[in-house]
């Protein structure tokens, strides 16, 4: 089986890598691998903190993700001897005032609703898990078995893993996508030259809707929606886990990592394909983590930058065949792109190999959006 995959994001790269295991000959295109959102994350990979009411589908597929990792970043590890900076110390989410601690308390029973475990925590008790939150916070929600790892560690791991398994890497942009006798058969670089394949995936993130030859139906309705995240550094441990907060309605988060990086991320807009990182972006960011965590006005500055989720309309994935047989969708994975990847590599990789496809992706086939897709 030859297949090529269109974008060398987190979820590219992981099917890529997972196919390979599978037994194909797969082919990766991509003018700079990991250059989009896979480069930018936070990567939180904390599918309780993010619950969301009418989004339990997309629940049980990052439940399911999150309980792959562990093992994922083990194989990896072992595959190429990198760390990608996995950690599973929970996340800790907490309220400024009474407003908050209002949301948080209808979160926390929605979650036990689906039995899901969180433990609630008073302002002090907060403090006892975090003690550099500030003395105001009112209390909190750890949800023990969330976690994080690092995406820019993360992604040359799955890179070098792939190729360690033979997957070939074109360094060049997909321009189209090949179809003859209503079949696509591969992909039209940007140099001319043509690919063939039994199979295309096409994992190119919030570009996914750009790629010429497609017929009408097939283009994934898939938009970027932008996320600016500041990157700041502590030689002192800062903070022991994922930190997120409501102030004042607004939501921040702070993820700490090992070698005492902290991301503050996101902010959430609709601009189209604009990456320009703004003052009054920065500022929101930083001064709802300030109010959370007064100490941070104190470390050091080291980057600030933009990137585009792929978003959709139901804010899910899109993963699977499409109407154009030999075609297939990798993309819209939006606020969760880290978390999903070792599933969704998974379940692409079954997909395209014609596998059994782990039952809990099922409700993703971009057969969901008839008038677009199918
Ligand atoms: P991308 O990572 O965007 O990769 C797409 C790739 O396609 C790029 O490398 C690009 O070069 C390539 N490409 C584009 N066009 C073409 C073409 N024509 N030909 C060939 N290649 C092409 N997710 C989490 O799970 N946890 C988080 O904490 C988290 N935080 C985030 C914070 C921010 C600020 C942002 C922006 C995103 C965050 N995400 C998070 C979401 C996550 O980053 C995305 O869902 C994920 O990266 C999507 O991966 P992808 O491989 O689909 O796309």
Excluded at 9 to 34: E, K, N, S
Excluded at 97 to 118: C, H, N, S, T, Y
Excluded at 218 to 232: A, C, D, H, M, S
């Amino acid at each position: 089986m030859q297949i090529v995959i269109i974008g060398a994001g987190v979820i590219g790269l992981a099917t890529a890598w997972r196919a390979a295991q599978g037994g194909a000959a797969v082919t990766l295109v991509d003018p700079a691998p990991a250059s989009g959102a896979s480069s930018v994350a936070a990567g939180m990979l904390t599918p309780v903190s993010e619950l969301s009411y009418g989004e339990e589908p997309l629940l049980r597929l990052g439940l399911a993700s999150r309980d792959r990792y562990r093992a994922f970043a083990a194989e990896l590890a072992e595959a190429t001897g990198l760390d990608t900076g996995y950690r599973d110390d929970g996340t800790l989410q907490v309220a400024f005032d009474a407003d908050d601690l209002k949301l948080l308390d209808d979160l926390r029973a929605f979650q036990e609703g689906l039995g899901i475990p969180v433990e609630a925590l008073t302002g002090r008790e907060c403090r006892k898990a975090e003690p550099m939150l500030a003395p105001g916070v009112r209390g909190g929600l750890l949800a023990p078995e969330d976690g994080s790892v690092d995406p820019r560690r993360l992604a040359p791991a799955l890179l070098a893993a792939a190729e360690g398994l033979g997957v070939r890497l074109v360094r060049r942009r997909a321009e189209g996508v090949l179809v003859e006798r209503d079949t696509a058969t591969g992909v039209r670089l940007d140099d001319g030259t043509e690919i063939r394949a039994d199979r295309v995936l096409l994992a190119a993130g919030p570009w996914s809707g750009d790629l010429a030859g497609l017929p009408p139906g097939t283009v994934p309705p898939v938009r970027p929606v932008k996320g600016q995240v500041i990157r700041l550094r502590t030689p002192v441990p800062f903070l022991r886990r994922t930190t997120r907060g409501l102030v004042k309605g607004s939501s921040v988060y702070l993820v700490p990592r090992a070698d005492g990086e902290i991301v503050i991320g996101a902010t959430q807009e609709e601009l189209g394909f604009d990456t320009r990182v703004t003052a009054g972006g920065l500022w929101e960011l930083l001064r709802d983590a300030r109010e959370l965590l007064p100490g941070i006005t104190e470390l050091e500055f080291a980057e600030v930058t933009a990137g585009l989720r792929p978003g959709s309309p139901d804010n899910a994935p899109l993963m699977g065949p499409t109407a154009l047989p030999g075609f297939y969708l990798g993309t819209g994975h939006f606020r969760n792109g880290i978390l999903l990847a070792p599933v969704s590599a998974d379940a692409l990789a079954a997909m395209l190999l014609d596998r059994p496809v782990p039952a809990v992706a099922a409700p993703f086939s971009p057969a969901r959006f008839p008038t677009e897709v199918q």
